[in-house]
């Protein structure tokens, strides 16, 4: 079993869309947790990161976490084409972070 | 102001040499890291240092060395390179090495071994 799992992609929503990335995670002590974006041939960059259960909104951006579950989810209200990237999901824990294999989002003009 | 830099963006060489990437941190963070992306975009750590020690050392092979000759320079040697070495490399920092921090990576360095 993986450490961290996304939903395997790739996503395709048309623009406007409500655009949902999922997550789990197998180490129930990791205590932060991490989304990133990564366009094609870039590196990534932090996008939202939650450390509590519940939501955490940022703009167009919510993440969601449930420790009970192990699952952190990533929500993108009025998807935009310039949204399309692979999303990173990454759980920290003693100060390394472990990625998920990305989903990659395609926003449809 | 470049927060994360890392030289050369592109290394092509042929098996078997030995080469270097370079990388700076100006954001004063303590933690620095070394990852390798693969050609399926899995991104896995290899080390991290806090303060020039090393703190995470990922079943790596003994080929690559990371050097951090101060907290905002962390550099990574590669001996024989093989094939399979092909990936994108990206350094990173965070602000500490505890939990709740997120990391800045560099652009990456994509090594092609021909």
């Known amino acids: 079993q993986k450490e961290v799992e996304q939903n395997s992609g790739p996503l395709s929503v048309p623009e406007g869309a409500i655009a949902s990335l999922n997550c789990t995670y197998s180490?129930?002590?990791?205590?932060?947790f991490f989304w990133y974006r990564q366009y094609s041939g870039k590196s990534p960059e932090l996008i939202m990161s939650?450390?509590?259960?519940g939501d955490k909104e940022d703009g167009r951006f919510t993440a969601q976490l449930n420790k009970a579950s192990q699952y952190v989810s990533l929500l993108i209200r009025d998807s935009q084409p310039s949204d399309s990237a692979t999303y990173l999901c990454?759980?920290?824990?003693?100060?390394?972070?472990?990625f998920g294999d990305g989903t990659t989002l395609t926003v449809k003009p | 102001d470049t927060a994360v830099s890392q030289t050369p963006k592109y290394l092509v060489t042929q098996m078997g040499n030995d080469k270097s990437i370079k990388c700076e941190q100006n954001?004063?963070?303590?933690?620095m890291y070394w990852y390798k992306q693969d050609s399926k975009k899995f991104l896995k750590i290899m080390f991290s240092?806090?303060?020039?020690?090393?703190?995470i050392n990922e079943t790596v092979p003994n080929r690559f060395s990371p050097k951090s000759p101060d907290k905002a320079h962390l550099n990574l040697h590669i001996n024989s390179l093989e094939l399979g070495d092909s990936a994108v490399y990206f350094c990173?920092?965070?602000?500490?090495?505890?939990?709740?921090?997120?990391?800045?990576f560099g652009q990456g360095t994509r090594l092609t071994v021909v």
């Open positions: 990173a920092s965070s602000r500490t090495g505890h939990m709740n921090t997120e990391a800045f």
């Open positions: 990454a759980a920290g824990n003693a100060g390394k972070s472990t």
């Open positions: 240092y806090n303060n020039k020690e090393l703190i």
């Open positions: 954001l004063g963070h303590d933690t």
């Open positions: 180490d129930r002590v990791s205590q932060s």
């Open positions: 939650i450390y509590s259960n």
